[in-house]
């Protein structure tokens, strides 16, 4: 490896260490939850609401997978799929409550314990929950055909290698780190522009990720760039990154936007935006309110 000059790094002078330490309050928007140690930080039970399904959750990209699937499972009449979704917030390290660690040992969002089972099920990475209610509810949203559930199956873990691009590398630089770096912020951009090409490639010849029907990896990747594809994440990062010029990608995000499965879903555990398209934690249908029923049909 070709020896780097350190005038040369940036912060000018900076040098790699020959082994990391972690130096708290190094700067960030997260860097006050942002620790290289697992476990729980306090003793904290979480609550338990009166259905077998009981989420932890946030709105975040990955958050809303979980209550965009749930949504339409309902919608499909999959009664047992009612479920409480309890709000993490994660500014505030409730995810590293000792319930919490329990359910989920990496400390992220989502986490859903299913307590319809002998023992409550946990289960963890949005990924993996999105699967477990496709399985548990007769595969639903997970084509019985061999060819599109293996293209299913690719585009979820497609979603779940790519999108820590997305977020942890290009939102990340972009948007939320206390300095601009140049190299940073170009390198994650073009991979950003990479996969949206990827995807508007794909959905030229196809209806939804999985060809004809509308699956576990529509709804594993929408949150992630259909919001980036409505220019609604990371500030003016659609006007920066061109996602207009994605018109195969527009047309997919469009019509999933439409479902009202999918506008409830994206409500649940939202602390940001209008008023009217949050819903803080979900315990029953009726808790859309009337105004928000007409909204989304």
């Given at each position: ?44 039970e ?16 990955n ?56 023992e ?12 477990y ?6 595969n ?16 979820l ?5 790519s ?34 090409d990827?995807?508007d ?15 576990i ?20 990062a ?32 939202r ?27």
């Amino acid at each position: 490896m070709t020896e780097k000059n350190p005038a040369d790094n940036f912060p000018a002078g900076y040098e790699v260490p020959k082994v990391w330490v972690w130096e708290k309050g190094n700067g960030g928007q997260f860097a006050n939850i942002n620790r290289p140690i697992a476990g729980p930080t306090h003793d904290k039970e979480l609550p338990v609401g009166k259905h077998p399904l009981q989420l932890y959750s946030l709105a975040t990209p990955n958050g809303v997978k979980v209550t965009i699937m749930l949504e339409e499972l309902l919608a499909l009449g999959h009664k047992g799929a009612e479920y409480d979704a309890w709000l993490i917030k994660i500014g505030d390290g409730n995810q590293f409550g000792s319930g919490f660690v329990e359910v989920n040992p990496n400390s992220k969002i989502p986490a859903l314990l299913d307590r319809s089972t002998a023992e409550p099920t946990r289960v963890f990475e949005s990924g993996s929950i999105l699967l477990y209610l496709a399985k548990k509810f007769g595969n639903a949203f997970l084509p019985e055909d061999h060819k599109a559930q293996t293209e299913t199956m690719n585009w979820l873990f497609w979603q779940m290698a790519s999108a820590p691009y997305l977020g942890g590398g290009f939102g990340h630089f972009y948007a939320y780190a206390p300095i601009h770096i140049q190299y940073a912020i170009d390198r994650f951009s073009m991979e950003v522009k990479r996969q949206l090409d990827v995807l508007d490639r794909h959905l030229a010849d196809n209806q939804f990720m999985a060809g004809d029907s509308y699956s576990i990896a529509d709804i594993a990747i929408w949150p992630w760039y259909g919001n980036l594809a409505q220019g609604k994440a990371y500030g003016e990062a659609g006007k920066f990154l061109d996602v207009e010029s994605y018109k195969n990608l527009q047309r997919w995000t469009a019509e999933i936007a439409e479902r009202p499965a999918v506008q409830r879903g994206r409500m649940v555990n939202r602390m940001h935006g209008e008023p009217s398209e949050q819903l803080h934690e979900r315990h029953d249908a009726s808790d859309f309110d009337t105004r928000t029923q007409d909204k989304i049909g």
